[in-house]
């Protein structure tokens, strides 16, 4: 079952001079934010061999979760902070409902994947059995795991194997933006992004688990084609 999750958004991009009154006012507007999950235009089904890979095989996803942080909707002359952070487990979805300070007409959504740099260290996190299982190693830099993509794939005629994209340590974010124009106006907005898992393989680089290795975690290099084919992985579904 879906749930919703209401933060109150009391930190943001506030103009010079604001009031102690403007701060306590009722919030004015709300966004929702959904995230789903597809590859290449089907929606995702776990654990079934069932996907393309853009190298030539079979896979499928047993397991993915992230977090996206930093989340911002972005206005001319300035933007909206809307969540410091949140969990994504596409196993379980949710929807998640902020309320805003103010009115106004925004063009963009923009998030770093993963955890921005400052709160990317051990404890920052409240002590959460999903925040803890997203521990990264202290002899690996520390912080959390952003992304686990799991799965397994079958090489042709040969048995089938396992994968495991792992993403974490700091230089290895990324910001996102992503161009939608819409106005609150003491109203409520939903927005539906989407994750093409296939990009993360394919744009603008092939991830062939059989030629760059079906783990990632602890590789720099392989670390690096996640990072750089993540630019192009979410899309605006709807608004």
């Known amino acids: 079952m879906k749930k919703v999750h209401q933060v109150l958004i009391v930190l943001g991009v ?3 001079g604001c009031s102690k009154e403007q701060y306590n006012k009722t919030p004015a ?15 995702l089904t776990m654990d079934k061999i069932m996907y393309s890979h853009p190298g030539g095989y079979a896979y499928s996803v047993t397991k993915l979760k992230y977090y996206l942080s ?9 933007s909206v902070s809307v969540s410091k952070f949140i969990y994504i487990d596409a196993l379980n979805p949710e929807t998640y409902l902020f309320h805003l300070p103010e009115n106004s007409s925004f ?21 959460t059995n999903e925040n803890l299982k997203m521990i990264w190693p202290d002899e690996m830099g520390g912080g959390y795991h952003f992304m686990k993509l799991e799965g397994h794939y079958a090489p042709g005629n040969d048995a089938e194997k396992g994968y495991t994209m792992h ?3 700091n230089n290895f974010q990324f910001k996102v933006r992503l161009n939608t124009a819409f106005t609150l106006n003491n109203s409520r907005k939903q927005l539906v992004l989407n994750m093409n898992i296939n990009e993360w393989f394919k744009n603008p680089v092939l991830y062939d688990f059989e030629k760059d290795g079906n783990y990632s975690m602890g590789i720099p290099e392989n670390m690096k084609l996640l990072q750089n ?5 979410f899309s605006i579904k709807s608004n």
């Open 229 to 233: 084919n993540g630019q192009t992985v």
């Open 107 to 127: 063009n963009a959504i923009e998030f770093t994947f993963g955890l921005y740099e400052q709160i990317n260290h051990h404890d920052s996190l409240p002590l």
């Open 14 to 16: 506030l103009l010079l």
């Open 167 to 169: 993403l974490g340590a």
């Open 70 to 78: 930093d989340i911002k909707l972005i206005k001319s002359g300035g």
């Open 29 to 43: 507007s709300s966004i929702e934010i959904r995230i789903d999950h597809s590859v290449d235009g089907q929606e």
